[in-house]
Nanobody, 123 residues
Framework: QVHLVESGGGLVQAGGSPRLSCAAS?????????MGWYRRAPGQEREFVAA????????YYGGSVKGRFTISRDNAENMVYLKMNSLKPADTARYYC???????????????WGQGTQVTVSS
């Protein structure tokens, strides 16, 4: 079992640069797991945001955030981060941390999910 807890959300002004954090724990969690972020805005489908491989050397981004968001991880602390820059009102969503032993592909379907943290961007 893997437990994920997100933090760092809240109300942010457009153009802001908050950082989301996700703490992973549990008896089956391993540093070899791929970790990622998704988001869901009200009335919309879940959207892939970013993912990172176990080493931190391979990173993947959704088209709407590429160039503005940066994913990173700290395996010593079992943490994954999402640094968000140049936020727009369209980035308003609930952001979810996810992980799975499978490497990331465009069909990545992580098994474990956090409860999410709300990010609201005001204009």
């Amino acid at each position: 079992q893997v437990h994920l807890v997100e933090s760092g959300g809240g109300l942010v002004q457009a153009g802001g640069s908050p950082r989301l954090s996700c703490a992973a724990s549990g008896p089956t969690f391993s540093h070899s797991y791929t970790m990622g972020w998704y988001r869901r805005a009200p009335g919309q489908e879940r959207e892939f945001v970013a993912a990172i491989d176990w080493s931190g050397n391979s990173k993947y981004y959704g088209g709407s955030v590429k160039g503005r968001f940066t994913i990173s991880r700290d395996n010593a602390e079992n943490m994954v981060y999402l640094k968000m820059n140049s936020l727009k009102p369209a980035d308003t969503a609930r952001y979810y941390c996810a992980t799975d032993r499978a490497p990331w592909t465009t069909d990545w379907s992580p098994r474990y999910w956090g409860q999410g943290t709300q990010v609201t961007v005001s204009s």
